[in-house]
T-cell receptor, first 110, second 116 residues
């Protein structure tokens, strides 16, 4: 699986949009981009995934660049409960396990 | 109970003892995964079960670690002769496996193992 690069930490004011970047410059054509988050002392929680089109669900939006070498997870209106470590994972169609990096620690402040 | 459950939530054991950790996946999910997370670290894949296929054991760190999945549902992760470096949170996930890399893994709350 392709490696991903994320900033180790970010801050965001409550109510503002949180934009979390991820670089995956060696991504292959059959690899998906997944985002999970882990709130302190809990198991990881699935957020969203995509292949090449932008995706949106009730939790977040995923913007993937045209060359697919990077993506951005957008939490449109961050709340204090969104404070967590966010993991960007690239995963091929024939790989079942998730390979987690160190993620981005997002701190949402009042 | 719609989610993945794990037991016990916490386990403290002495070095050299064997431990068993249990995972109850979401009903109907054919795929089951074990990961572990050491303090301050990311998640590390251990083992993966999918239906009746042979499990992918490529992540097991040593032969002291083993896992089984009975009846395609409940799974037990066994660590023999525990060592202090085995201390970690052990996480289980299950998914309704879909080919094409699109399945979503749902994680349990984990078992925190402390080896004294």
């Amino acid at each position: 699986d392709a490696k991903t690069t994320q900033p180790p930490s970010m801050d965001c004011a409550e109510g503002r949009a949180a934009n979390l970047p991820c670089n995956h410059s060696t991504i292959s054509g059959n690899e998906y981009v997944y985002w999970y988050r882990q709130i302190h002392s809990q198991g990881p929680q699935y957020i969203i995934h995509g292949l090449k089109n932008n995706e949106t669900n009730e939790m977040a939006s995923l913007i993937i660049t045209e060359d697919r070498k990077s993506s951005t997870l957008i939490l449109p209106h961050a709340t204090l409960r969104d404070t967590a470590v966010y993991y960007c994972i690239v995963r091929s169609y024939n790989t079942d396990k998730l390979i987690f990096g160190t993620g981005t620690r997002l701190q949402v402040f009042p | 109970g719609a989610g993945v459950s794990q037991s016990p939530s916490n386990k403290v054991t002495e070095k050299g003892k064997d431990v068993e950790l249990r995972c109850d996946p979401i009903s109907g999910h054919t795929a089951l995964y074990w990961y572990r997370q050491s303090l301050g670290q990311g998640l590390e894949f251990l083992i993966y079960f999918q239906g009746n296929s042979a499990p992918d054991k490529s992540g097991l760190p040593s032969d002291r670690f083993s896992a089984e999945r009975t009846g395609g549902s409940v799974s037990t992760l066994t660590i023999q002769r525990t060592q202090q470096e085995d201390s970690a949170v052990y996480l289980c996930a299950s998914s309704d496996f879909t080919s094409g890399g699109k399945d979503t893994q749902y994680f349990g709350p984990g078992t925190r193992l402390t080896v004294l």
